[in-house]
């Protein structure tokens, strides 16, 4: 046994699943916990003889600014963009750094984005918001006239279904927690409910569906079934606070809490109430499902349950034995998260994970959970359940029901596999 095993052995962890996963009750004093000992962790010792005034002590530090910036220290936490395709300008992704960032919310800047034409100019002064088709009363709104109404403020989630479809793929691509799982985000949204701008217009008795436009260079549209519409859908005109970011579809864009985030349009600038769903591109060629019988199928509105481990995750290196903090994000479309597993030897036990904060529907839920790894190989996995009582399925459970050339809606469990090395990368467990 070396210094380090007999320290960690005498540390009374309390194991409550296979392969070093430890109680959440050990969070506690983690830090601590997981150096073992000063022996383990020799930097931690201060030599006080040495304590000096760094430079910025000693000067006034630079000026005020109207909008800050993060530091110059960690320009690593970016967007993963990918590469422009010149067949479709302004087509793309950005991917949210899911494992450089900690917390349930993430910040404007990293919000990741998904356009089918780019991101429009819109001038809020000369954009209108009309509602029409069937109603009592078509009306238009100004930027200010939406201003001028009672706003709310929610948490949520939002994913594209295309999120993780790389793990469709017949063999695990070497990705980061970003690449493969980064079409995701959380924010605070605050705006106008839906409900309350249709009342305005008196919604006719054969309308069921609305369908939603915006006005950059693809014409996204989307059909709601009115249900939903009446619901919970809003007019976001706030993102975390501030106007939301052009990327996010300023000045304002359609809300779809928990479903699929090609229903959010952006840069929203017609709903049109009609007595049937208006069958567009984006829920007919495309956004809809191939099935394993070969059917395809149409309006899978809600994002299914689901989490993935950001830290550690594909491509870190643990880069000590000890303890370390498994820790991730959970999410479902269905309702909010009631529990998250951790397992550490590819899905034969599992412990149940610390969630954090409040769990809102239909928002992201932070987990964490102390693991002790001294060493060996090891498969890491987590495993969400929702309020609704769905459960995570394996990958292998998701690819059966589909045909092979679906990407959509890939909820399965993300393995990250642990090599004595401490090599962490996406595996298919
Ligand atoms: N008008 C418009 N709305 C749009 C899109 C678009 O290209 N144009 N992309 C959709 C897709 S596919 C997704 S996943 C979300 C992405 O929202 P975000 O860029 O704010 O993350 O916006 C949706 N709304
Ligand atoms: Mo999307």
Partial sequence: MSDKQKDNASMNWDHVASNGLLSRRHLLGLGLASTASLAAN?????????????????????????????????QEVQRLTGSPNPLLP??????????????????????????????????????????????????????????????ESRIYFLECSGNSGANTAAQPSDGTAASLHGLLSGAQWTGVRLSTLLEEAGVKEEASWIAATGVDGASMGRSVPLNKALDDVFIALYQNGEPIRPEQGYPMRLFVPGWEGNVSIKWLGQIKLTSGPANFRDETSRYTDFLADGKALQFTYPMGVKSVITSPSGQMTLRRHGVHEVTGLAWSG???????????DGG???????????????????????????????VLQSRATDSAGNVQPTRAVVLAQYDAANRYHFNGIQSWSVSEQGVVANAFA
């Fill in 348 to 378: 034969s036990t599992w412990a149940e994970a610390l969630l954090e904060g409040e769990n809102q529907a239909l928002a992201l839920s932070r987990f964490r959970l102390p693991w002790l790894w001294e060493g060996g190989p090891a």
């Fill in 42 to 74: 020799p930097l931690l010792a201060a030599d006080t003889a040495a304590i000096s005034t760094p430079s910025w002590s000693k000067v006034p530090g630079r000026d005020l600014s109207g909008y800050g910036n993060p530091s110059a220290f960690t």
């Fill in 334 to 344: 269905s309702g909010a998260i009631s529990r998250v597993e951790i397992s550490a």
């Fill in 90 to 151: 302004g087509g793309g992704a950005s991917r949210s750094p899911l494992h450089l960032l900690q917390g349930s919310i993430t910040p404007n800047g990293l919000h990741f984005e998904r356009h089918h034409a780019g991101i429009p100019n819109v001038d809020p002064a000369q954009h209108r918001l009309l509602i029409h088709g069937l109603v009592r009363q078509a009306l238009s709104f100004s930027y200010e006239d939406l201003l001028a109404y009672p706003q």
